[in-house]
Structures are given as C-alpha cells and as structure tokens.
C-alpha cells in the first residue's frame, strides 16, 4: 500500500549515505509497514470517535494485534483488502458493543467457546506466512500465553464489573475464533 513511499524515502537515506546499500530491503520493508500500521491505528481512532467508542477501539486493539500476531489465521491476498476487512470488523464489533444488550453469561458463552476454537486450532499458518515445526511451537506458546493473560483479564473484568474490558475481549476472543476458521478453510481449499 505503501511501497511508494517506502521506495523513495529508502532512495532517498541511501543517497545521503544515511543508510547502507546493503540493508536498503530491510529499511524499505520497515517503512512500508510502519505506514499501514500508522495508516491503521489512525483510522481506528476516527472510527472510534466517529462512533464514541474510542475506548472500546483502542481496548479492542491492544487485545486483539497481540492474539491475531501469534494465533494467525486467514490473510488477505493484498493489503488493501486486510485494510478493509480490518475497518469493517472493528466497524461492526464498535457497533454490538455499543448498542447491543448482551449479558455478562452471553459474552462468558462467547468467550469460552471462541477460547475452544483458538486453543484447538493456533496457530493457523498462512501460504503467505508459512510456519515450520519449530515456528509452529513457539507461536503455539506464545498464542496460549497471550489468551491466557487475556482470559486472566476478562475474569478479572466480570468480576470488578469492568464492563467494556469484558465485552472488547469477548469480541477479540470471537474475531480470533472466526478467523482461525477462515484460515484454515482457506487453506484446505
């Protein structure tokens, strides 16, 4: 989405002998993401405010990329499309939490069946992101103790009555469940 910019930014450092020559792919790379990332948080923030829900956006954010990095699952054939995938879920799920009346049982139902899901099936590789036996251990780790510090959370938020963590994770927990399924449909196909 960015490669533009990422190229000539990267031009530009390795002309000025800012960078080297030979990690000019690494620089170039590292622009490019950091501008989608850039490019995504700032849309989630007008999301959120457009909505009033900018707490829930950035809770659903800080929840949902560290679970989503290590369990995988489906991805996008182009970054434009993950862009837009990606803005419309938090679209949606900004929308149930806000206006939705769903009880705490509801959300601890959605949360311990999402958590079957994603401790049965992360990681899910990618044929973009392919993952050998020793990636699949160390994803797989991490992936149980990121849900396990966010199950931690959401018990702790039923518990002190912190509604919005509760809610935001429960949908983080359904997202990553729903997205393990994806990919692995996808790969079967």
Known sequence: ????VAETITQKLEENNTIQSENREIY?????????????????????LLLKSLLQAFL???FYFPLRSYAGGFHAKTAVRCYVYSMVI??????????????NLIYTIITITSSVVILSLAPVQDHNKPLDQTERKVY???TLIVWGVEIILFTMALYFGWQIVANCLSWVFAIMAL?????????RI
Do not use: H
């Open 28 to 48: 170039r790379y590292g622009f490019q993401q950091g501008f989608t990332i850039l490019l995504n948080i700032v849309t989630i923030v007008i999301i959120g």
């Open 1 to 4: 989405m960015f490669s533009k």
């Open 179 to 187: 997205i393990l399924c994806l990919g692995v449909i996808n790969n």
């Open 140 to 142: 797989r780790f991490r």
């Open 60 to 62: 659903f954010m800080m």
């Open 90 to 103: 938090i679209v949606l799920i900004l929308l149930v939490i806000r206006f939705a009346p769903i009880t």
